[in-house]
């Protein structure tokens, strides 16, 4: 899976108060172990999927901002987005989810 410019492909996964952090970290190292084989044949290819990670957490509203990369050198720009469950109550996330989804939407 590439991006139409020839770049690995990059999966976003949005952090929030109450995450799961097992999910978070699971689907981290679900894409990057599975972009780094071929669907058809099994067999090794390149370059990986790249994996990020976006959090409003510590920011100013609606501040959205990529705090990990597997690729720290490549630019961040996600073709998909992934919003990992919760066990918590989400009134306890409900500000913060509020603003990942309006980051989500655009202006």
């Avoid at 689907?27 to 390149?46: E, H, N, P, S, V």
């Avoid at 996600?78 to 990942?100: C, G, M, Q, V, Y």
């Amino acid at each position: 899976m590439r991006a139409h410019d020839g770049r690995p492909a990059e999966i976003g996964i949005v952090i929030y108060p109450g995450v799961q952090q097992a999910a978070v970290h699971g689907l981290t190292d679900l894409f990057r172990i599975a972009g780094t084989f071929d669907a058809g044949a099994g067999q090794r290819k390149g370059p990986p999927l790249h994996v990020t990670h976006w959090s409003c957490e510590g920011r100013g509203a609606g501040a959205m901002q990529c705090v990990f990369s597997s690729h720290p050198h490549a630019a961040a720009r996600p073709a998909a987005l992934i919003l990992p469950p919760t066990l918590t109550n989400l009134p306890d996330a409900t500000a913060s989810l509020e603003r990942s989804l309006r980051w989500l939407s655009g202006p």
